[in-house]
């Protein structure tokens, strides 16, 4: 008998990742995927969930849902034909998954990205999180699938950080909807008289696991790193990013895929690293902006703080890691 080999599976996972992305139109048979290979269907599921992340079922659903939700903001096609479109058979089961993935009902986002044309606006906002990478693509076809498991390993550095003053705007909802508090945030500075050149960093501050808080209820905070003695401008507030060990990546390519590099860093580095979480919040650091690079160029760092076996921040010397 010929030997199976890791890249044959990994081409038939390919397949099928082919064949869900141009049946979205049609309820998926997830069953006819792995006898097309000719493998049953648990062990094909199980070959599929540990290259991809989820099961055919679920990316099926989700692409459908990033479908919808492109089509929300480019077309005017009714709620209820989007709904029947990505398989729903009622207005109200539609509305009640797309609000539990996106944290607004159709109607709702779609007013939302349309009246948020900023730098993070409504080409952003139709992705999910997805470990492998694979998103809804507009075409024929789907954009080339980067499988997590196949990946190069992540750069990570392990550096200590000294306090940060941060002057932020407090955002509710979907983490990629943030751009809504980014708006309000420089219009809060240009009132309070603060000039973009005075602040040090722009950064983006996440408090929740979006795994297990409904999109509606992540909190974030959307700021600009500022001197000690800069006054907070009326409306935005003064957080604070503790001193402490983070560990930290460098991410480059567009913000919608942003969500796919905090799942590679935590689900991939963090967990074979040897680190714990620490207790203050992860952030992003933006080195360039939608205003002055194209997308596949901006370039975005993931800080994650740390701590030792007892919960405490480590406060030794470390230097450079990489894991995958």
Request: overall charge negative; charged content about 20%.
């Amino acid at each position: 008998m010929k030997p199976v080999t890791k890249n044959h599976y990994r081409e038939l996972v390919l397949r099928a990742v082919a064949h869900i992305h141009a049946s979205l139109n049609e309820a998926l048979d997830s069953a006819a995927l792995g006898k097309r290979e000719g493998l049953a269907p648990l062990h094909f599921h199980r070959i599929f969930r540990g290259l991809i992340g989820e099961t055919p079922l679920e990316m099926h659903r989700r692409l459908r849902l990033e479908r919808a939700a492109w089509a929300l903001v480019q077309t005017e096609q009714p709620v209820t034909r989007l709904a029947f479109e990505a398989g729903y058979e009622t207005h109200e089961s539609f509305t009640r998954a797309f609000a539990a993935a996106f944290g607004a009902s159709p109607s709702e986002f779609r007013a939302r990205t349309r009246n948020n044309p900023t730098s993070w606006g409504a080409a952003t906002a139709s992705a999910l999180a997805a470990p492998s990478g694979v998103h809804f693509t507009p075409g024929e076809s789907a954009a080339p699938i980067p499988l997590h498991r196949e990946e190069p390993a992540m750069n990570v550095s392990v550096q200590h950080l000294p306090e940060k003053r941060v002057i932020a705007a407090a955002h509710r909802g979907p983490y990629n909807t943030i751009s809504a508090a980014f708006a309000r945030l420089d219009g809060g500075l240009k009132q309070g008289g603060i000039p973009f050149e005075a602040c040090l960093e722009m950064v983006a501050l996440y408090y929740d696991d979006a795994d297990a808080v409904p999109a509606a209820e992540l909190r974030a905070d959307a700021g600009v790193v500022v001197r000690e003695g800069t006054a907070v401008p009326a409306g935005l507030h003064l957080v604070s990013i503790p001193a402490g060990v983070y560990a930290a990546t460098l991410y480059q390519g567009p913000y919608e895929r942003l969500a796919d590099a905090w799942a590679r860093f935590m689900g991939g580095w963090l967990a074979a690293s040897g680190y714990t979480l620490g207790a203050g919040p992860s952030y992003e650091r933006y080195l360039n902006t939608p205003m002055n690079a194209e997308p596949h160029e901006l370039r975005t760092e993931l800080f994650l703080p740390l701590a030792d076996a007892d919960g405490e921040a480590r406060d030794a010397d470390v230097g450079s890691r990489e894991g995958a």
